[in-house]
């Protein structure tokens, strides 16, 4: 060999980050950096001209990269462990004369213990994290299920905080949003997380109540009143609510005359029993609900002014459930397992309907969610709830119905081959999945394999996804 080529190739392994080792087609070391060797466990310059085999042998090469390479006589990829606990990262390279006879193992090997060590944090880090996260998760169901309220969404994480502030005080509430958000449930954790939760809860639909008997209902009556009345009368559904919490839902629907005596009542804190001459003190907490607008319909001369602000000190509107999505699979889960105990069953969602739920518009809100389950839950014999279980008129109304699993595979098959249409269907299934989950363990529950295999097929499909 040329003096200049040999200092030159010396001086290339000399200076290299990688532990460069030339071994002969005996396994002979031929030359190599010293300074590497010693996470081997060797000291520099002790290995020239020793066999790779002995080294193996004697435990310092675990496996010998460069024996492999001779023994496959392929490039050939592994991870060593040393005699230090060391791991090492090894790429080996045979190299053939012009008879195409091998003469030469070249590798090159990097200490990736550091990194190895730094990925198991990394991973630990993770459970923990995932940990604390179930465990979050946990507490906010248990916390929702005892009141029970049961949320995710930012919009109703600040309506919590609110109802949390206001609670403790006698501060009337007017809950203003669609029917079946779930105002009810509202009023109820109102009164349990205030200083009458000992006291009566009396909910009062107004809506359901005809006209004509609403007085005597409210206000209850004497004996002899009015024809068909019990002779011992009747306390009325305000006098029960004493000490404790009235809810009015539905106020909206509250007659005109009725609206004048129950201002009356939140003015004095007294009131008289139909056919009554004597006034009765009463005290109560004052909650109400509407899915109307009530400023229009004073306006309108529907609703009294005098009443209105008298309702509206606080007023928290409760959004639909189609413009708080993140709560839809926190609420699926829940009625779902409550339904499934109460029922004892063992109903699941599978995969395609969970995601076709999650896409519904639910115009019915929770209640219609609730029922939907309830329905199926007693309906369906298999134990796995499948798209086609879902009634006609729910089905119509999916927002994107044609983004079906099948019909993604339907799409696909018509226009590519077999591996490109299975390709595609798990591109489509997986930027759903994340436009719809917020960490790769949500994922996962919701497509139905492990987390490591979403980690893969994101890193996979990172280029053709549409991650937004």
Known sequence: MDEEVRLELEKIIETSNNNITITDENGIILRSNPEHWNMYGLEPGSYIGRSVYDLEKEGFLSPSINALVLKEKKVVRIMQHTKLGKVVMSTGYPVFNQEGRLIRA?????????????????SQLQAKIAGFQTEVEELREKEASDHPILFRSTSMQQIFKTLQRVAPTDAAILFLGESGVGKSTLARFIHDQSGRHKEPFIEVNCSTIPETLFESEMFGYEPGSFTGAQKAGKQGLIEQADQGTLFLDEIAELPLAMQVKLLKVLQERKFMRVGGKKELHVNFRLITATNQDLKQMVDEGKFRLD?????????IHISSLKERKDDIPILLKHYLQLLNAKYKESKKLHA???GLLIDYEWPGNVREMENLLERLIL??????????HLPFDLKWNMKEISHSPWELVKESIEKLNLKDALEEVEIQLLSRAYRQCKTTYEMAEYLGISQPTIIYKLKKYKEK???K
Do not use: G
Not at 307 to 315: A, E, G, Q, S, T
Not at 379 to 388: C, H, K, Q, R, S
């Open 379 to 388: 309906t369906i014999e298999d134990e796995m709830i499948l798209p086609e």
């Open 465 to 467: 996804l549409s991650l």
């Open 106 to 122: 070249i590798s090159y090997s990097q200490d990736q213990t550091e990194i190895v060590k730094l990925q198991e944090q990394y």
């Open 352 to 354: 395609s309907t969970y």
């Open 307 to 315: 009443l209105y602000y008298r309702l509206n000190v606080i007023p």
